[in-house]
C-alpha cells in the first residue's frame, strides 16, 4: 500500500514539474519579441545594438533637426544633452509631436540611424515619459518642473 501512495507521488510531481517547465517555455516564447529594452541616445552610440533588435529609444527632439514634406519619411534628432541620434520615421506623426519636447520611438538602429516604426510624443505640457526623464537627469540637463 504504501509502494502505491510513493508511486503516485513521485508521478504527481513528475507530472508537475514538467508541466512548470512547458509553462515557463511558452511564456518565454509568447513574449520573445514584445519585449522593447529602452536606450538613450548616449547609451546608443555607446553601444550600437544589432540591426536587428527592436528597442525604444527617448529623448528631446533636437532644435531645427525636424524635417517634414521630403517625401514620405520624416527625419529628425533625438537628444539626450550628451548625444545625438538621427531619427527617420514613415508615418503621421502625432499632433503634439514637436522640436524641444519629450518623444519616445520603437524601431531598430541601421547604418547610424534609428529607424522608427512607432513614435509616441507627450500628451500635456508636464509630461515626459519615465524612461525620458532618468535619462536626462543622467546627462544633467533636465530639472523637473515640481523642483524634484
Not at 5 to 27: C, D, E, F, S
Not at 56 to 68: H, N, P
Amino acid at each position: 500500500m504504501k509502494s502505491l501512495k510513493k508511486k503516485r507521488r513521485v508521478q504527481v510531481i513528475g507530472i508537475a514539474a514538467v508541466a512548470l517547465v512547458l509553462a515557463t517555455a511558452l511564456i518565454g516564447y509568447g513574449m520573445r519579441d514584445g519585449i522593447n529594452f529602452f536606450r538613450s541616445p548616449s547609451q546608443v552610440l555607446a553601444e550600437p545594438p544589432s540591426p536587428t533588435e527592436v528597442f525604444r529609444i527617448g529623448g528631446l527632439v533636437e532644435e531645427g533637426s525636424l524635417k517634414r514634406g521630403e517625401g514620405e519619411v520624416i527625419r529628425f534628432n533625438v537628444t539626450d544633452g550628451g548625444a545625438v541620434v538621427s531619427v527617420t520615421y514613415r508615418g503621421v506623426l502625432p499632433d503634439l509631436f514637436e522640436e524641444n519636447q519629450g518623444m519616445v520611438g520603437t524601431g531598430s538602429y541601421r547604418d547610424g540611424v534609428f529607424v522608427a516604426t512607432e513614435i509616441l510624443a507627450k500628451h500635456d505640457e508636464t509630461y515626459m515619459p519615465k524612461e525620458v526623464v532618468d535619462a536626462l537627469k543622467a546627462q544633467g540637463v533636465y530639472v523637473d518642473p515640481d523642483g524634484s
